[in-house]
């Protein structure tokens, strides 16, 4: 009986990622526009062609990078969903812009859900040196 206590079901694992963003110049100011555009977009769910039904919103695959490799030791994610994003426009915790609006930091929250849940067969299924696995 304490054994269905301590174990409800499987669950699905949430990450949360936070960027600080400073753009120096007019083309870094562009760039983090549409990557905030580009994320909130990915989240949102798609219109259909006869606006009836509702298409999925992206699918996102997640990796940590050592230069151009698959990181050996941190942990592996499975195919997740953006479900949260929060953008801070006050970034170094004053208000402040360039000429043009851009504020001058910001700080972006992304808070990723994955599809299916992570079981035991997932770390067999692993390579041997891959770190930590899942």
């Known amino acids: ?11 699905l694992r949430n990450f949360k990622f936070q960027f600080k ?7 870094e100011s562009t760039q983090v526009k549409q990557i905030i555009r580009l994320f909130k977009r990915g989240m949102a ?15 996102f695959e997640l ?11 941190l ?3 499975k195919q997740c969903f953006l479900q949260d994003i929060g953008v801070n426009y006050t970034g170094d915790g004053t208000y402040a812009t360039y000429g043009d609006g851009t504020p001058v930091s910001m700080t972006m929250d992304l808070t990723f859900k ?9 770390y067999d ?3 041997a ?6």
């Open 63 to 73: 990796t940590y990078r050592q230069g151009r490799r698959n990181h050996k030791f």
């Open 45 to 59: 769910p798609k219109a259909g062609d006869t606006n009836l039904f509702l298409k999925t919103p992206n699918v």
């Open 129 to 134: 040196g891959a770190g930590v696995g899942y």
């Open 21 to 27: 963003m400073t753009p120096r110049n007019q083309e």
């Open 114 to 122: 994955e599809l299916e849940p992570i079981y035991d067969i997932d």
């Open 1 to 11: 009986p304490n054994m269905e206590l301590l174990f409800n079901g499987p669950t």
């Open 125 to 127: 299924e692993a390579d």
């Open 75 to 77: 942990n592996k994610f």
